[in-house]
Nanobody
Framework: QVQLVESGGGLVQAGGSMRLSCAAS????????VGWFRQAPGTEREFVAT????????RYADSVKGRFTISKDNAKGEVYLDMKNLKPEDTAVYYC??????????????????WGQGTQVTVSS
């Protein structure tokens, strides 16, 4: 069982930057595809970015492409989401996730079975 804990959320002005971190309960993240998802009030949880287990493939939602960067430190068992040029529409609870099975590519949302508790990101205009 992979346990994930996010940190780094908060309040930032539009145009600002923020880094979210996600730590796993052990070093197993090195074998798992990981991703970030977000959910704004009254909306469904949506895909933001994913990275394959070996870090060879990344995918981004069109709305964040060029502004957000996902990365994974396999030695530390941590995942990051670096966000720049933040917009009010980026306001949401952000969730870190890992696939249910190791050695995956992270291409399908349904393959993600481990979730963090979420961290709030609020972007003021």
């Amino acid at each position: 069982q992979v346990q994930l804990v996010e940190s780094g959320g908060g309040l930032v002005q539009a145009g600002g930057s923020m880094r979210l971190s996600c730590a796993a309960s052990d070093s197993t993240l090195s074998r798992y595809a990981v991703g970030w998802f977000r959910q704004a009030p009254g909306t469904e949880r949506e895909f933001v970015a994913t990275m394959s287990w070996n870090r060879s493939r990344t995918r981004y939602a069109d709305s964040v492409k060029g502004r957000f960067t996902i990365s994974k430190d396999n030695a530390k068992g941590e995942v990051y989401l670096d966000m720049k040029n933040l917009k009010p529409e980026d306001t949401a609870v952000y969730y870190c996730a890992a696939e249910k099975f190791p050695y995956g590519l992270g291409t399908h949302r349904t393959s993600f079975g481990y979730w963090g508790q979420g961290t709030q990101v609020t972007v003021s205009s």
